[in-house]
């Protein structure tokens, strides 16, 4: 903007999708507005800046806030055996993606659309990695299975584990199986999903 002859001050209007709050995906919890003159900012001997909090929308879907996840068939574990590239994260968001904090505690339930192994079939969700003994005699399991998980109030995300015995190269289309639902009941916020992308065969 130019400044006239004469003229103290400008006004001007800012728009931004991206919330400066929670601290996540490179938030900060502030955003940084820099006014100056000349070129650069730092060699600019007339400049001001002002911290400007963005707070997100209110809350209008369920979504997954991880990469798709590779795992194997009949363990809750990426074939790493790492945790951090095992778990699945279901946040709040707003219209523009931003995670909006729970007023109270969120029941997010869970279901997986997907076909039926030919052998030990089972899937499930949980809160935790920890399974049964791996068969035989039984199918995999989780010792402590779910259908739903918990948002506490005041946050906005949560995580859990998915095991599944049918590989993704037993779909037709791989890439696209399974699909993994969330949603909140009683609201009428939008459904989040996310495809099992090439969930690796264990031999079993």
Do not use: C
Request: charged share 10%; no cysteine; hydrophobic share 35%.
């Amino acid at each position: 903007m130019s400044f006239l002859g004469g003229d103290v001050q400008q006004n001007f209007i800012y728009f931004d999708k991206m919330s400066s709050t929670p601290q996540q995906d490179g938030r900060s919890g502030v955003w940084t507005l820099r006014a100056f003159v000349g070129s650069d900012y730092n060699a600019s001997a007339i400049k001001t800046q002002h911290d400007l909090i963005v707070t997100a929308d209110v809350t209008a879907k369920v979504g997954f806030h991880n990469p798709p996840r590779t795992l194997q068939a009949g363990l809750p574990l990426n074939p790493s055996g790492s945790l951090s590239t095992s778990t699945l994260r279901v946040e709040l968001q707003d219209l523009n993606g931003n995670p909006t904090l729970a007023a109270s505690s969120v029941t997010v339930s869970l279901t997986a659309y997907r076909v039926a192994s030919s052998s030990f079939d089972a899937y499930g969700f949980s809160a935790s990695s920890s399974i049964t003994s791996p068969p035989p005699p039984t199918s995999p399991g989780f010792i402590a299975s779910t259908t739903s998980v918990i948002i506490p109030m005041n946050s906005w995300q949560t995580t859990f584990y998915y095991l599944d015995t049918t590989a993704s190269n037993n779909y037709t289309l791989p890439v696209s199986s399974p699909l993994i639902a969330a949603w909140v009941n009683g609201q009428s916020w939008s459904t989040g999903t996310q495809n099992r992308d090439h969930l690796a065969e264990r031999h079993l």
